[in-house]
Structures are given as structure tokens and as C-alpha cells.
Nanobody, 113 residues
């Protein structure tokens, strides 16, 4: 139901753009968010965006990541700039707050130093 894509291997300081498509029933009128889970760590939220486009970010990514959404395409995006090795994780999208049954496979982001 939630398909994240766009991950990859990038050097520190580089950029990646993630996208996540959802069914209309999941996406419409709901806050959407990006989450990530690094090896050995708990999953954490990265950024969320309301259905009208207001966004919030965790402190670690403020000024580097930008979340956006296209309600016509039922898609949420995450533009990641100035990537750091500590951004390495599997990135997922979900509603905010998340719905446990909606976790998809995620997309791997690896930042080399």
C-alpha cells in the first residue's frame, strides 16, 4: 500500500530524493510522514506534513531535508541534502501518527564518509 523509492548509496554531502506513493484512501486528508530505522536502533520519525502542507522536522534534519506532497498524485516526497553518515537507514513513509498495518518495505539510504 505504501511504496517508498529513491534510496541509494551516496557520499557525505550528497543528495537523494525519496518518493512514496499511496492509495487515495491512505493519502487523502491525512498527515503523512517519513520515518527511518538505522541498524540496531528504533524507528524514528524524520518529517511530517499535514494535508494542507505544513511541515515539521526532527532537529537532526532541519535545514537539510524537505518534505512535500502532491495530493493529486497521492505521493509524498523527501528531498535530502547535505547528507551525513548518520542519515544511513531504511526510510519508510506512513501516516502521522503511523498506522502499524501500513508499513511498507522502505528504501535503503546509505551515506558513506
Amino acid at each position: 500500500q505504501l511504496q517508498a523509492s529513491g534510496g541509494g548509496l551516496v557520499q557525505a554531502g550528497g543528495s537523494l530524493s525519496l518518493s512514496c506513493s499511496a492509495s487515495r484512501s491512505i493519502f487523502r486528508a491525512n498527515n503523512m510522514a517519513w520515518y527511518r530505522q538505522a541498524p540496531g536502533k528504533q524507528r524514528e520519525w524524520v518529517a511530517f506534513i499535514t494535508n494542507i502542507g505544513s511541515a515539521m522536522y526532527r532537529d537532526a534534519v532541519k535545514g537539510r531535508f524537505t518534505i512535500s506532497r502532491d495530493n493529486g498524485k497521492n505521493t509524498v516526497y523527501l528531498q535530502m541534502n547535505s547528507l551525513k553518515p548518520e542519515d544511513t537507514a531504511v526510510y519508510y513513509c506512513n501516516r502521522y501518527p503511523y498506522q502499524s498495518e501500513m508499513w511498507g518495505q522502505g528504501t535503503q539510504v546509505t551515506v558513506s564518509s
